[in-house]
Nanobody
Framework: QVQLVESGGGLVQAGGSLRLSCGAS????????MGWYRQAPGKERELVAIITRDTNTNYGDSVKGRFTISRDNAKNTVYLQMNSLKPEDTAVYVCYAQGGWNYREYWGHGTQVTVSS
């Protein structure tokens, strides 16, 4: 089993920045994809950004140009640098990973990001 543990959430004013981290631990599995989704109250979960093992990336439209995803394969860790934050970025940010021979998906418990206006 793989456990994903997020850190770095918090409260920030609009225009500010935060950096999220997510480390994978547990059973040794090659994680092909790592990334972040978010869910705001009353809304569906949406893609923030994902990154493959060879660093191909994909971003949700609402964060393009403001957020940057990166990963450290040696540490099984993915990062999300969030700049120019807006109140509408307020959500629980959940770490995601996919890997192994069966492309199993893993989810973290989430970290709250709150952007005040």
């Amino acid at each position: 089993q793989v456990q994903l543990v997020e850190s770095g959430g918090g409260l920030v004013q609009a225009g500010g920045s935060l950096r999220l981290s997510c480390g994978a631990s547990g059973r040794s599995v090659s994680l092909n994809v790592m990334g972040w989704y978010r869910q705001a109250p009353g809304k569906e979960r949406e893609l923030v950004a994902i990154i493959t093992r060879d660093t191909n990336t994909n971003y949700g439209d609402s964060v393009k140009g403001r957020f940057t995803i990166s990963r450290d394969n040696a540490k099984n860790t993915v990062y999300l640098q969030m700049n120019s934050l807006k109140p509408e970025d307020t959500a629980v940010y959940v770490c995601y990973a996919q890997g192994g021979w069966n492309y199993r998906e893993y989810w973290g418990h989430g970290t709250q990001v709150t952007v005040s206006s």
